[in-house]
């Protein structure tokens, strides 16, 4: 199986820093890594899916890269909103997806 | 507008047996891959399993804490998927997601607002 470890766990941060958040996979996944917000109490919200692909609608202030097994989303600019918990998800020749522990992004 | 409404939800007894439905609306249900993702309370995200459009050949997959107990189905005729949870353990407790995966079959593009499966004695 693989596992996915997401650094750091927890990130306080202002609003208008630069955050990046790192996703590692046990093996190497290819491109299928996707990134999800989610909100206390609310259904996660696909952010970013083939390690760069903005889904239609998110803010360009997302934007994700990495390849073979280190991944990151960035955030440019934080913005209220963006306070959430983020988890990385990706998905292997198998047919098994896997989720990362997930990074909760707090205000400093 | 994509709508996924879970239903089904409640408390069973360890050992007990629970379907989940999933009614979905707003795109064309029969070409959609659709998937169960759960939460443990105060956890992370787990996939639980999918199951394929019929024309890709309609088959399921499943994580391995729960294959060979969840079941999942579909019903194209009034687009719904289901899932049969069955041999419950008190780790099944949990918010259960629909999801539908989006254009590469590799993420979950859209998803309900969860149910919520509460496996105690």
């Known amino acids: 199986d693989i596992h996915m470890t997401q650094s750091p766990s927890t990130l306080s941060a202002s609003v208008g820093d630069r955050v990046t958040i790192t996703c590692r996979a046990s093996?190497?996944?290819?491109?299928?890594l996707a990134w999800y917000q989610q909100i206390p109490g609310k259904a996660p919200k696909l952010l970013i899916y083939?390690?760069?692909t903005l889904e239609s609608g998110v803010p360009s202030r997302f934007s994700g890269s990495g390849s073979g097994t280190e991944f990151t989303l960035t955030i440019s600019s934080l913005q209220p909103d963006d306070f959430a918990t983020y988890y990385c998800?990706?998905?292997?020749?198998?047919?098994?997806?896997?989720f990362g522990q997930g990074t909760k992004l707090e205000i400093k | 507008e994509v709508q996924l409404v879970e239903s089904g939800g409640g408390l069973v007894k360890p050992g007990g047996s629970l379907r989940l439905s999933c009614a979905a609306s707003?795109?064309?249900?029969?070409?959609?891959?659709m998937s169960w993702v759960r939460q443990a309370p105060g956890k992370g995200l787990e996939w639980v399993g999918r199951?394929?459009?019929?024309?890709?050949?309609?088959?399921?997959d499943y994580a391995a804490p729960v294959k060979g107990r969840f079941t999942i189905s579909r019903d194209d005729s009034i687009n719904t998927v289901y899932l049969q949870m069955t041999g419950l353990k008190t780790e099944d407790t949990a918010v259960y997601y629909c999801?539908?995966?989006?254009?590469?079959?590799?993420?979950?593009?859209?998803w309900g607002q969860g149910t919520l499966v509460t496996a105690s004695s």
């Open positions: 999801c539908t995966t989006g254009v590469t079959g590799t993420e979950f593009n859209y």
């Open positions: 707003g795109f064309t249900f029969r070409n959609a891959w």
């Open positions: 199951i394929k459009s019929k024309t890709d050949g309609g088959t399921s």
């Open positions: 093996q190497s996944i290819s491109s299928w």
């Open positions: 083939k390690t760069s």
């Open positions: 998800q990706q998905y292997n020749s198998y047919s098994q997806y896997t």
